[in-house]
């Protein structure tokens, strides 16, 4: 035994040179709750914390390409703001190496496999299933926005230290593979409910099993919603499944599911949305908003014609005279930093915020959405599901006036005013207010949507791939100069994945080809729906 765990302490520390920060130290030694641990608890903790990193990383550089300069755009979050970027996301022309960093880069696939070894020894070791059960539970919450990003990618075969030189899995086998192991994990933990998992190897929930079940089944659900225009029936079943659990859903924002690790480290999108920062005004004043990355216009758009009351939480306030809140529009050419860029308001992030991965008005929206659209049994009527997602929102950012913001009948999102007098848009996003109506399906999903989009701030991935779904919300589109695809993007539609990285075509020939030919449903571009953005 105490060979096993030697070799597995061993093995985590090793893992820390290719962990998800550039300091090991601060993700493999429990920095916060330190104490007279054993060694079971000692690897667990490390390789659970180094597991929960691939969801989002803690690598900055990581973080920062796949949240601030790839979901958070394509998701009217966040607009890039360094002028010295010729090749981004945004305007559709991305080099490999913005690109490739989901499927390719050390700091996940192999940080997750190589961590769900060691967990899984552990397990065995212990006599425990639970740790496992909670590791593919993260694993699906990591690997899912990696699919949702290219498509087919290799899953079932991956080798157990990350490697995915193997066959690749379609996007429904994928999906189905996911809804198994999360099946498997709520039945596990549904039966060791009162099990406590040491507190230093779960920053998510502080060893609580039952919030991780409530998780799982909320994590279901999503999975379930994504899938129903193009498999209804399975997607009733999962959706329906995960609201009937005795476990539960997450309907309380104290369950919300968010990485609270940085204290010592400091949250990776804090420290990218701020690189390249500019200080001060030529006056010497203070510049009050972020870097490299900035508020999108549409969110902001949105949010100021409602006049929501969560803007202060989400953002800095701009610098143009006049204008409290207003975004910088992604998508452009963009504008020099220090003279124009950097006036634009900012994302609110701090330091020591945590990483959010799911909340409880996301799980209220998603069972309106069930409701509403496709006639799934919820437990409750859309009105009310809608109505408390907003509520749960308000709540879980500290701000009041739901009841006054629910009942607006005829506020619009705003036109898109550039101070700079460069990127303009005028055209109305929606038509609709926020206040609940009994209408089309068309109409409430985009209801639902909207409001969705809002609470789920700064989650871009999960909104990106609400947005391909189902089209909604509308978001302000590429413009002329800044559509830099040669006629790939449609800039009406946005992009719709990620190319497959340079490396597969050479390292994994063959099953990348294939892929291509026979499971991802249209080329190699970035234009090419995903299977389950695809309607019957």
Known sequence: MKHTISKIFAGALLLGTVSCTANYLDINSNPYQPGDLTADDYAL?????????GVISSDVNTAQFTEALMGGPLAGYFAPANAGWENTISNYNPTDDWTNVLLKSEKVIPVI???????????????????MAIANII????MHRITDTYGPIPYSKIGADGSIN????????????????????IATLNENSEYKLVATADYVYSGDIKKWIRYANSLKLRLAIRIANVKPDVAREKAEEAVNDPGGLITSNADNA???????VQNPLYVAVNYNRVSTHDDGTACTSTGDTHAAADI??????????RREMYFTKSEWEGYDYVGLRHGIEIPEHGAIGHKFSGPNIKANDALQWMNAAEVAFLRAEGVAVYGFNMGGTAKDFYEQGVRLSFEQWGVTGADTYLAQETALPELYDDPSGSNDYNVQLSTLSVKWVDGSKDEMQERILIQKWIANYPLGNEAWADYRRTGYPHLIPATAAGNMSNGEVDSNRGARRMRYPHDEYVSNAQNVQNAVSTLLGGPDLMSTDLWWAKKN
Request: with cysteine.
């Open 45 to 53: 903790g490390s390789a659970m914390n180094s597991l929960a990193s």
């Open 113 to 131: 496999y190589t961590n769900l070894g060691i967990i899984e020894t552990v397990s065995e070791q212990t006599g425990s299933p639970v740790p």
């Open 139 to 142: 694993k699906v919450a990591a």
């Open 166 to 185: 193997t066959p690749y899995d379609s996007v429904e086998e994928i999906y189905m593979a996911f809804f198994d192991e999360l099946d498997a994990s």
């Open 258 to 264: 968010a990485w609270h690790y940085f204290g010592s």
């Open 300 to 309: 902001i758009c949105y949010m100021n014609g409602y006049d929501d009351p």
